[in-house]
């Protein structure tokens, strides 16, 4: 066939082919991960909340991290995943799920940007002020109410462990659960204002409050429910946009309302920062001790890095988990 009339029939075929079969082609399908002989008979579910934007390259780092998390899953059947979305975009979700991971045991759950939207103040990376990065917020609001636990799991990171360490910790009668980082300088997360005022400062009595990053989370949902952690939440957010008392979107709320009252858990479970800073994005290497979950927050994400030919020494440890396809649509490799 000469060249020119190839080119023809690939552009008739990219018409004729629906844009949700061609999105869903984006990705590669996974295979599928059964229970291993030492998952337990009987197993209770694990719940893992994430967010999912169909028109954000942050879709293929979600992709890459429900992989990781099955991968290395004893019981990967057991685990059952509740996806956060507009509600315009579910759809078109649904059909690239289901051909990545056909045998995946999920929901999307519809979120509303209207909510949150009116709330939201500008922060120094345009990236955090999302709609749909507040969605954590309300996640006792989206999931069914016989979901009493969560995991919460950011987009940009990997499980290179079993899920169920995570998920079986004891929050010993705290709301929330995360590593925490007291050796950081928590007056960094706000503004000298915050500190001057003393209706605000206070906050932080008989507290000893540290930093936290809320991109890996085990939370109560229930205990969040009956003592309204969504509604206390909104305050900050009411009071930052009257008063301006941080920089950094989502996290500030967070540690206004549980730093110093958190459960804390292994720093394995979150070595971030692997994105480096807000601003430059430079190169991080892994904190040291034991690892069970790399995340790569900050402004560098590692398929940026790896598609740019300019990754970090660590993006190698992501990239066997990226299901993104790099070759022509109809090739058959």
């Not at 078109?92 to 999920?106: D, E, G, Q, R, V």
């Not at 430079?282 to 040291?288: E, G, N, T, V, W």
Request: proline share 8%; hydrophobic share 40%; net charge positive.
């Amino acid at each position: 066939m000469p060249p020119e009339n190839h080119l023809i029939t690939t552009v008739l075929l990219l018409f004729l082919i629906p844009a949700t079969a061609t999105a869903a082609a984006k990705f590669r399908e996974a295979p599928a991960f059964r229970n291993g002989q030492n998952c337990p008979k009987n197993t209770p579910p694990i719940h893992i909340a994430m967010t999912l934007d169909y028109t954000s390259p942050y879709l293929r780092g979600s992709i890459a991290a429900v992989l990781s998390v099955l991968q290395h899953a004893t019981c990967p059947e057991n685990t059952f995943f509740h996806f956060l979305a507009v509600h315009h975009h579910s759809n078109n979700l649904n059909k690239t799920i289901t051909s990545t991971f056909p045998y995946l045991n999920f929901t999307v759950s519809h979120f509303n940007p209207t909510l949150v939207r009116h709330l939201i103040s500008s922060s120094i990376r345009r990236a955090l002020d999302q709609p749909l990065n507040y969605a954590r917020i309300y996640l006792a609001d989206l999931l069914p109410v016989t979901v009493n636990r969560i995991i919460y799991l950011d987009s940009d990171l990997i499980v290179v462990d079993d899920v169920a360490k995570l998920w079986n910790i004891e929050l010993e009668g705290r709301v929330l659960g995360a590593p925490e980082y007291c050796h950081a300088n928590f007056t960094h997360y706000f503004t000298p204002k915050f500190w001057v005022h003393p209706t605000f400062s206070n906050v932080f009595e008989n507290r000893n409050p540290c930093y936290f990053n809320t991109g890996v989370m085990v939370i109560d949902l229930q205990k969040w429910r009956n003592d309204g952690y969504t509604r206390k939440l909104e305050h900050w957010m009411r009071v930052q946009k009257r008063y301006r008392i941080y920089e950094l979107g989502s996290l500030p709320p967070f540690l206004l309302v549980f730093a110093g009252n958190v459960k804390q858990v292994e720093h394995r479970w979150n070595q971030h920062g692997l994105g480096g800073d807000n601003l430059e994005g430079q190169c991080r290497d892994l904190h040291p001790g034991p690892v069970s979950l790399l995340h790569w927050s900050g402004k560098g994400k590692p398929w940026l890095r790896l598609d740019s030919k300019k990754p970090c020494p660590l993006d190698s440890l992501w990239a066997p988990y990226d299901l993104f396809r790099h070759e022509s649509l109809f090739s058959d490799s």
